[in-house]
Nanobody, 124 residues
Framework: QVHLIETGGGLVQAGDSLRLSCAASGRTFSSSAVGWFRQAPGKEREFVATLSWTGDTTYYADSVKGRFTISRDNAKNTGYLQMNSLKPEDTAVYYC?????????????????WGQGTQVTVSS
C-alpha cells in the first residue's frame, strides 16, 4: 500500500513558477514509476509527466515540455514537479500517482495509487 500527499499548489501569475511535491508512504514507492496528471474544470484528466523508478526515463506531455521537470528523491520517498513559465491553461488540480510498474508510463490505468490532488491556479 502506498499513500501519496501532494503539496505546493497555489495561486500564481502567468510566467511564475511552482514546485509540487508528492510525499509517499510505503515501501514500494521507490520501486515504482511516478506520474503527474492534471484535471481542469469541465475537462478529463490528462497526463502531464512520468518518471521511471530509477529516474533515468522521463516523458512529458507536449503542452508542458520544456517548462516542467519531473524528478524524485527515493531516499526521501518524494516526487517533484517543477513548473516554470506557467500559463493560465495550466490551471488544474494536479495529482501524483505511483505505478504498478517500474517503467515510466503515460497511461493512467497503469497507476495503482493516487494522491488527493493539489490546486494550481494561474492568473493572466
Amino acid at each position: 500500500q502506498v499513500h501519496l500527499i501532494e503539496t505546493g499548489g497555489g495561486l500564481v501569475q502567468a510566467g511564475d513558477s511552482l514546485r509540487l511535491s508528492c510525499a509517499a508512504s510505503g515501501r514500494t514507492f521507490s520501486s515504482s514509476a511516478v506520474g503527474w496528471f492534471r484535471q481542469a474544470p469541465g475537462k478529463e484528466r490528462e497526463f502531464v509527466a512520468t518518471l521511471s523508478w530509477t529516474g533515468d526515463t522521463t516523458y512529458y506531455a507536449d503542452s508542458v515540455k520544456g517548462r516542467f521537470t519531473i524528478s524524485r528523491d527515493n531516499a526521501k520517498n518524494t516526487g517533484y514537479l517543477q513548473m516554470n513559465s506557467l500559463k493560465p491553461e495550466d490551471t488544474a488540480v494536479y495529482y501524483c500517482a505511483a505505478s504498478r510498474w517500474r517503467s515510466a508510463s503515460l497511461k493512467a490505468n497503469e497507476y495503482l495509487y493516487w494522491g488527493q490532488g493539489t490546486q494550481v491556479t494561474v492568473s493572466s
